[in-house]
C-alpha cells in the first residue's frame, strides 16, 4: 500500500494509495522520515470505521448519479450542480462512501472554510456557503441511503458541528449610489435591460429569479399588480405584488405592444448575474449585490408604515422574524 520514492535533490516521497480512500504523497529530507510517515497513515486508514465492500462507490460517482437523477427535478438545479461541482473537486470525493466518517467530514468542513490542501479551489468561503455545502452534502447521502441502497445506517454530516453563518447583510445604497449604478449600467449596449430589471426589485422587492422568467400574462398594468403563481417563486407559494407607478412604467416599457411571452425574451439568471458583478466593478461600489435590492424595498415597504403581516404578502418571507433581517430602518 505505501512506497517510497527518492528525488533527484535526495530527498525521499512516500505514496499511500488504498481503494477507497484518496491518494496521498508527501516528501521529506530523509528515508526514515518518509517510512514513519507512510506507517503512520497507513495505521489511520487500517482504524477502519466501516467495513469496505466490493465495489463501493466513490462519492464523486454518486454526486454524479444524484446530478443527474435528482437534481433536474429542482427548481434551483443550476446552482446545486455547481455546488456539487465544488465538492467534486475536493479530495473528499475520492473516498468511497462508506468511508465517509464525521472526522472526514470534519477536516473537508476545516479545509473548505481555511482554503487549506485538498479545498476544491485553494481560496477560503464563509461558514454559510460551508453549510449550505454540508447541507447538500447531507442531502445527497440520505437520498443515496433511503433510495439507492447506498451508504452507512448513520448520515456523518449529522454528526459534524456546523460552522457559524455569516451576519446578516444590512447594505442599503443611498440615492446617490442608485443613481450612478443606473448611470453605468444604461452606458452598456450589452446590458440594455439591466437598469430596468434592478429599479423593478427595487420597487416590488422581487427576487431575481422572480423577474426574470416573469410572464406578460402574469403583469396586469390596469390593477397594478404581478401574480406570481406557484411553482414560479423561491418558497413555491404564489402571490400578488402590487406594483408603483415607476414599476408600472418600467414594465410598460420592456412589454410594449406584445400580448404574450416572457417581459424580457431570452433573458437568464445567469447573464443577469454577471452582468451586475461587472456594473458593480465599473461603478466602484464593490461591496453590493442584487439581492440587496429586496433589502431596500422591505426596508421601504415597512418605512411607509405597513404591517408585517402586508410585509410578508409582498415579498413572500414565511416568518416575520426572516422579514425583520432584511429590513433595516433608517
Known amino acids: ?26 516528501t521529506f529530507p530523509t528515508k526514515k522520515e518518509a517510512e514513519r510517515w507512510i506507517t503512520d497513515q497507513e495505521a489511520k486508514i487500517n482504524a477502519g470505521r466501516f467495513q469496505h465492500l466490493d465495489g463501493e462507490p466513490l462519492l464523486r460517482d454518486l454526486i454524479k448519479k444524484y446530478m443527474e437523477e435528482v437534481s433536474p427535478t429542482k427548481k434551483g438545479e443550476r446552482e446545486e450542480v455547481w455546488r456539487l461541482k465544488a465538492i467534486q473537486r475536493h479530495e473528499i470525493a475520492s473516498y468511497a462512501v462508506g468511508r465517509l466518517t464525521p472526522a472526514v467530514i470534519a477536516n473537508w468542513r476545516d479545509q473548505r472554510l481555511s482554503g487549506l490542501s485538498g479545498a476544491s ?22 437520498h443515496a ?3 439507492w441502497g447506498i451508504g452507512t445506517p448513520l448520515n456523518p454530516v449529522s454528526e459534524v458541528r456546523r460552522p457559524k453563518n ?21 452606458k452598456n449596449p450589452r446590458s440594455r435591460y439591466l437598469p430596468a430589471v434592478m ?65 424580457w425574451p431570452n433573458l437568464t439568471t445567469e447573464a443577469v448575474k454577471r452582468a451586475f458583478i461587472r456594473l458593480r466593478e465599473k461603478a466602484g461600489i464593490s461591496d453590493v449585490k442584487f439581492h440587496d435590492t429586496r433589502h431596500d424595498a422591505t426596508t421601504r415597504f415597512v418605512e411607509l408604515g ?8 409582498i415579498t413572500g418571507h414565511k416568518s416575520a422574524a426572516m422579514m425583520r433581517r432584511y429590513t433595516q430602518p433608517c
Do not use: C, Y
Not at 128 to 138: W, Y
Not at 306 to 313: C, Y
Open 166 to 186: 455569516n451576519p446578516s447583510r444590512d447594505r442599503l445604497l443611498t440615492d446617490v449610489e442608485k443613481a450612478h449604478l443606473l448611470l453605468v449600467a444604461g
Open 121 to 142: 479551489n485553494g481560496r477560503p468561503v464563509s461558514g454559510s456557503t460551508v453549510n449550505r455545502e454540508m447541507n447538500l452534502l447531507h442531502h445527497v447521502l440520505e
Open 199 to 263: 429599479e423593478l426589485a427595487w420597487e416590488t422587492g422581487m427576487r431575481q429569479g422572480e423577474i426574470v422568467p416573469l410572464e406578460i400574462k402574469n403583469v396586469d398594468l390596469k390593477d397594478r399588480v404581478v401574480s406570481l403563481r406557484v411553482g414560479t417563486t423561491k418558497n413555491d407559494g404564489a402571490r400578488t405584488v402590487p406594483l408603483s407607478s415607476r414599476a408600472v412604467e418600467i414594465l410598460k416599457d420592456a412589454i410594449g405592444n406584445r400580448k404574450d411571452g416572457r417581459v
Open 306 to 313: 405597513l404591517s408585517d403581516t402586508e410585509v410578508m404578502s
Open 145 to 147: 441511503r433511503k433510495e
Open 1 to 26: 500500500m505505501g512506497t517510497l520514492q527518492q528525488r533527484p535533490n535526495g530527498n525521499w516521497t512516500g505514496k499511500v494509495r488504498k481503494q477507497g480512500f484518496p491518494a496521498l504523497s508527501a
